[in-house]
């Protein structure tokens, strides 16, 4: 009977079982395979095409392309800024609402997914519209203060990405460490207050460390969303060119060898190159950050 139950428990996974192979193991498989061949042209390239294997050598040109290993150090420096600086304004927003009574807290909970729900692409689009000098408000405002900013020069692309990134995902971020804030015991709080401590010690010295978990699993999802970006680059590319170039991120240079120079087998080996650096980018945050979690 113990035998049967457990394989009805099991036939309820198989939906799932189903969708992961056909729609991550299948399509990683096939990426591996296709970035094992090449595109070769018969004679002076004008007979057809003709696919042979290349075995590595795919990964040895992209592990060697200039342009690919820059845009992945452009975007890992960015992220060393960013997601520290998003994670922290959360972390501030969640103790404000579990500062405050539940019902207050739901309102403001609510308030602040909002950008959240907002698709990213459409807040994107958004912000653009914010940044421009010709129909947004920001550059006027900021002649009113003295400021002559340009939210699209080299040197501020960067800040005006992040800004973007970081209103949209300081809600998700917020929910989950108010969350885990949520399951810290309530008689620590009124222990401390008894010992005379003030909101601001409780907040770091109980509060915070209770939390370490949330903020290592919302900065493991920061770094995998980050070594993807593509709309926001992408959007901004359509504005200002000269600035952002097709080969901005690393998702970028994939794209346009796929789907622009149609060189699909070197797309895919991009592909599995990065997927291997997530993987590896994801391993080292874990250890690391666990590593400060449980001291």
Request: with cysteine.
């Amino acid at each position: 009977m113990i035998h049967s139950l457990r394989w009805k428990g099991a036939a309820f996974t198989v939906p799932f079982q189903l969708g992961f192979v056909f729609l991550y193991l299948v399509p990683i498989g096939y990426a591996v395979y296709q970035s094992l061949f090449r595109t070769q042209q018969s004679g002076l390239g004008l007979g057809g095409a003709s696919e042979r294997f290349s075995g590595l050598d795919n990964y040895q040109q992209g592990i060697t392309d200039s342009a690919f290993v820059s845009s992945v150090l452009r975007v890992v420096l960015f992220a060393c800024v960013q997601i520290p600086v998003m994670l922290f304004v959360s972390l501030v927003l969640a103790l404000f609402l579990d500062a405050l009574s539940s019902r207050a807290a739901s309102r403001f909970r609510i308030l602040l997914l909002v950008p959240y729900m907002i698709p990213g692409v459409v807040a994107a689009l958004v912000w653009i519209n914010l940044y421009s000098p010709d129909v947004g408000p920001l550059t006027p405002l900021g002649k009113l203060f003295g400021a002559d900013w340009n939210f699209f020069a080299p040197s501020m692309v960067w800040p005006s990405i992040g800004n973007l990134l970081t209103w949209h995902g300081i809600g998700y971020n917020m929910v989950i460490i108010y969350s885990a804030l949520q399951a810290v015991p309530r008689e620590l709080f009124e222990a401390a207050r008894l010992d005379g401590a003030s909101e601001v010690r409780i907040a770091r010295s109980i509060k915070v460390p209770y939390v370490r978990g949330a903020l290592v699993l919302t900065g493991l999802l920061s770094v995998i969303q980050m070594l993807q970006i593509f709309n926001e680059p992408a959007l901004f590319r359509n504005v200002t060119p000269q600035t952002v170039n097709d080969s901005f991120t690393p998702i970028m240079i994939i794209y346009n060898q796929a789907f622009n120079a149609g060189n699909y087998h070197y797309a895919a080996a991009l592909s599995v190159l990065l997927a291997l650096i997530l993987g590896i980018a994801s391993f080292l945050f874990y250890r690391l950050t666990s590593r400060e979690a449980d001291r």
